[in-house]
């Protein structure tokens, strides 16, 4: 039997305990002989990143136990923490661990005892390791990168080799940022591509080739590709005459040969995008499958490019799993990858192309009713300046429940991190934590995302706290004319980014009667190198989208919500990780103590031992529930079943 129930108040059997053991995505998929390898969270275990493997078709095992954490932080974001190097003694793992941020080295078969492969850092100066890749010799070569002060930008970062036996060794220095480092398979010359601030990855990368030295280091290095105006993001050896890459000359990812004059030759162009942001190193959305044909990555598509003909193709046989996110890997005719679908969960797969058959390595099953999920519906808005805004709709979805007629549902604005990012339709348990109770959830690819070609990702170009705030209302004022939101239930919602998005919306249009802020920018100003409340990868990020310094001090002052508080237009529960580098809790500290006193219903939520975004289960299950308490307190409806969040005012 039906039940009617106003909208928001529907009871649902997915828990916020539930939502939190389903957190977090496989990550770092590789094949290792038979066997595919992989990253995995635990919520349970504090946000422990595990390390597993599995034959397909059998249970994973674990490789490493508690307490080895398989996780870095290179950039604050991290890159591969793993590989397996072909030594003179055999098989080893080598891992970057979280506690010590060292790299370690085992006999995968016998990974009981690690050791140290990286030396002990000096005393107050930290060093951290990422993007493990095998070198020659069975040596490991990786980004290296060293805080020097005090500054949260004193860092500075080399390509390094670690020898199984033997001193590290610089291999070069040659940018402030690098990645990628790969020897030539005859071993006469590496490939890396890198770039200086204040540009970002996705603005403009160098694609650098050197000569191997007789000492092991690099030689004095040419660029073959990439410029300030063209972004590498991927780059892999083909022969020893020639490399693949990802880069965007035309506006748009595309993969190309590069041979070791430059030359280049796109071998599919067209506008798609086989390429993505570079927020972690190591990340790879093409991979070669001989005979002039490469798996590629098309906006989260698995498809193939056949350079025969120049196209690109949609791979059939990923059924319900269409949403892939990178890393991919070739396996003698098969794809190794991590897939998800709108009406199932992110798992390791392994796509057969001759068969078009997925066999799942972790299981897909959701873990709440099929009837509760969502189907995401892909639209597409209007901005202001005419540009299309695209979107992800989630409808209220309860079969035992139906709001009385003539009523709308409390809609969720969600806006991505990043800002350069994208929202994918794949199955997210914390939109169906709140679709299942009867809220709309809305997920928005405002200007700047990415999946779309650099003139889009240009949109916000001197423009974040305008396009994005503008092309959020904009899908929350379509939709409550179309009837599918109330107009005065709606909320908008970010983390990262798009924390700074939610309160920047919050404080300067009158869409949104509320916002959940978690560990957001704030205050502009002092999220810049000059002002030190950020790291150093994304220290002059704000130089594109919001303007060089000092010429436009007077921007950051103005838009910043911490300068904007009398104008905020409802109330906002803030959630902030205690030891968050990216976005640090002074700033959220500083906006409460400034809403203080000032009438406005609020809530200040800290979780000690997060960093940037939540991973403990413990915390996902209270910010999720103070969430939750904290739309019905505001839209004026009971909640039942979770914890009441104590605001102030």
């Known amino acids: 039997m039906t039940k009617t129930a106003p909208y928001g108040t529907w009871p649902s059997p997915l828990t916020a305990a539930q939502v939190a053991a389903a957190d977090g995505a496989p990550t770092w998929p590789d094949v290792v002989g038979e066997e595919v390898w992989w990253t995995e969270p635990r919520p349970e275990q504090g946000g422990r990143i595990t390390l597993l493997r599995a034959v397909p078709g059998e249970p994973a095992r674990e490789v490493l136990a508690e307490p080895w954490n398989v996780r870095n932080r290179v950039h604050e974001y991290g890159g591969r923490p793993w590989t397996v190097l072909h030594t003179e003694h055999g098989r080893r793992l080598a891992f970057t661990n979280w506690d010590d941020q060292r790299i370690y080295l085992c006999d995968p078969d016998d990974p009981a005892e690690p050791v140290a492969l990286s030396p002990e850092p000096e005393r107050h100066h930290g060093v951290r390791y990422a993007d493990l890749r095998p070198g020659p010799g069975g040596e490991l070569w990786c980004v290296r990168e060293r805080v020097t002060g005090s500054a949260r930008t004193d860092v500075v970062r080399d390509l390094v080799a670690l020898p199984v036996a033997g001193p590290e060794r610089v291999l070069t220095s040659a940018q402030h940022f690098m990645t990628s480092p790969q020897p030539s398979p005859d071993g006469r010359h590496a490939a890396w591509f890198g770039w200086d601030h204040p540009r970002m990855p996705w603005d403009g990368t160098e694609l650098c080739l050197a000569e191997i030295q007789p000492d092991g280091t690099f030689g004095p290095h040419r660029v073959l590709a990439g410029g300030t105006e063209v972004s590498v993001c991927q780059l892999a050896w083909e022969s020893a005459e020639s490399l693949l890459a990802v880069l965007d000359p035309d506006g748009w990812w595309n993969l190309y040969r590069i041979d070791l004059t430059g030359t280049v030759d796109n071998l599919a162009p067209g506008a798609h995008e086989l390429g993505d942001a570079l927020w972690k190193l190591g990340s790879r959305w093409f991979a070669p499958l001989g005979g002039g044909k490469h798996a590629v990555l098309r906006s989260g598509r698995l498809a193939v490019l056949d350079e025969g003909t120049r196209t690109v193709s949609d791979v059939p046989g990923t059924g319900g799993l269409p949403v892939w996110t990178a890393s991919i890997v070739a396996d003698r005719g098969a794809i190794v990858g991590v897939a998800g679908g709108p009406d199932r969960e992110t798992a390791v797969v392994r796509l057969d192309l001759d068969s078009a058959t997925t066999t799942e390595i972790t299981s897909a099953a959701p873990s709440v009713p099929v009837d509760h999920l969502p189907t995401p519906v892909a639209r597409t808005f209007t901005a202001a300046d005419g540009s299309r805004i695209p979107a992800y709709y989630y409808p209220p979805t309860n079969p035992a429940c139906a709001a009385p007629d003539g009523t ?3 809609l969720l604005v969600h806006v991505h991190g990043g800002p350069t990012n994208r929202c994918s339709p794949a199955l997210d348990l914390e939109f169906t934590y709140f679709t299942s109770r009867g809220f709309a959830v809305v997920a928005v690819n405002y200007g700047g995302s990415t999946g779309y070609g650099r003139a889009y990702r240009e949109r916000l170009r001197e423009q974040w706290g305008l396009v994005d705030v503008a092309d959020c209302a904009a899908v929350a004022e379509a939709l409550a004319a179309e009837g599918l939101a109330d107009p005065k239930q709606l909320a908008i919602r970010g983390g990262s980014a798009g924390g ?24 502009l100003t002092a999220w810049t190198s000059d002002g030190g409340e950020t790291h150093d990868f994304e220290s002059r990020y704000l130089d594109s989208i919001v303007g060089a310094l000092p010429e436009h001090a007077e921007r950051y002052r103005e838009r910043s919500p911490i300068n904007r508080i009398d104008q905020l237009a409802g109330p906002v529960l803030l959630l902030q990780g205690l030891e968050d580098e990216i976005c640090p809790p002074e700033q959220a500290t500083r906006f409460i103590e400034a809403l203080a006193g000032r009438g406005i219903p609020h809530a200040y939520l800290t ?41 102030s005012e």
């Open 408 to 410: 709308a549902p409390p």
């Open 607 to 647: 979780f000690a031992g997060e960093q940037h975004g939540f991973r403990r289960a413990e915390t996902i299950i209270e910010a999720l529930q103070a969430e939750l308490s904290f739309y019905g307190q505001v839209f004026g409806f009971e909640v039942a079943g979770v914890p009441a969040l104590r605001m």
């Open 500 to 523: 700074w998005t939610a309160a920047a919306a919050l404080t300067s249009v009158r869409t949104f009667r509320c916002g959940t802020v978690q560990y957001p920018i704030l205050d």
